[in-house]
């Protein structure tokens, strides 16, 4: 499977996916995919149109701000949201994100445009399991930031779009930026407006 980038393939990667239709949607193997996809690369989380498949699904490698989590490619929370919403949001977070489909290549190496991204706290969410079980679920902290980058996804949005500043940087150098500038938590309760 292809991994697309928003500097090859932009028009792609910048397309709303389509809700996953339960009759006619082959789910297991957009989920296998995606956990093969997430078990040979260093990621939080994926969204399917990053790997050529426009449709609204959400795995989660790592919902925790542990690095290492993503470099252990055994380590896998399997986290499935299918045809995802955000009811409401609050509080306010920044992080240093990277992408798979914002980077490239370059002798051999992975060369990340990264930049801080604003945030939610918490978010109520609803979404349907891989069976077609409706649920809602309240996410709060990190996990919420390895949501919205995936949600973004869905609906053709990058974290580039929500910068001010694009900081390229190889992985050794994305460790340190986030070592010394680490999750940062504003605020908890306040109105976010996504």
Known sequence: MKRLTVFEDEE??????????????NVDEY???????CSKNVVYA???VQIGIPKRLIYIKNSKQDMENNKDHTYDEEIIYINPQIIKAFGHTRFLEGCESCSVEENGV???????VDRPYKIEIEYYDKWGKNYTKTLEGFEVTVFCHEYDHLNGIVHLD??????????EEV???RRIHPYEVIDKDGIFEI
Do not use: C, T, W
């Not at 989920?31 to 996809?37: A, G, P």
């Not at 929500?162 to 992985?171: E, S």
């Open 110 to 116: 992975r060369i990340y445009h990264n930049g801080v």
């Open 31 to 37: 989920i296998r995919d995606l956990k093969e996809y």
């Open 162 to 171: 929500k910068i001010d500043n694009v900081l390229i940087m190889r992985p």
């Open 12 to 25: 792609f990667i910048r397309q709303v996916s389509k809700d996953v239709d339960f009759n006619i949607d």
């Open 46 to 48: 994926l969204a399917p």
């Open 175 to 177: 460790q340190e930026y």
